[in-house]
């Protein structure tokens, strides 16, 4: 009997004990989504790619209308074309469309690396201010994706926003 009362009595402490240390553990969640979103690199970035491809898309634009032109003036002259004429339109309209789509799937692929690049950089500045957050003020543990629900109290994401800023 005094062994199980012992043993009760040293499982008690442990479960207090623990509940203690539990109690200084310090935790905090970090909504990366929103930081992503509001981060000032965010926009820095996509003025960076909208220059770099803003040439390439304006060549794009003007092979469609160009393209435009050739389609409007086979539907509008058609009739009165000799056979040599409108096939050689009709190859000549085939042959830039294959030309056009050539070049917006490369548009869109060197756009998409690009994407990826700028988003690869600002995903590392982030996670560098969420560890020197978390180093500055002690926290013990920081989550980010995968927290079903995170009270106000724990939400440490606009100090990590801030912390970006500063990381300029």
Do not use: C, W
């Not at 803003?54 to 794009?60: G, I, Y």
């Not at 690869?120 to 978390?134: H, S, T, V, W």
């Amino acid at each position: 009997m005094k062994t199980r009362f012992f043993l009760y009595a040293v499982a008690g402490l442990m479960i207090f004990g623990s509940a203690v240390r539990a109690a200084e553990i310090k935790i905090g969640f970090v909504n990366v989504a929103q930081v992503l979103q509001q981060a000032p690199q965010a926009a820095e970035a996509k003025k960076r790619l909208e220059k770099e491809f803003a040439p390439r898309d304006k060549r794009l634009v003007s092979q469609q209308k160009e393209l435009k032109k050739l389609e409007d003036k086979l539907a509008r002259d058609a009739a009165v074309m000799s056979d040599a004429e409108r096939r050689k339109l009709e190859r000549d309209i085939l042959a830039k469309q294959r030309e056009i789509k050539r070049a917006q799937e490369e548009f869109r692929e060197d756009f998409n690396l690009r994407r990826n690049e700028e988003l690869g950089k600002l995903q590392r500045k982030i996670f560098e201010a969420i560890k020197a957050l978390a180093k500055e003020e002690n926290y013990d543990l920081l989550l980010t994706d995968g927290v079903v629900y995170a009270s106000d109290r724990v939400d440490v994401t606009e100090k990590v926003q801030k912390k970006l800023k500063s990381l300029k």
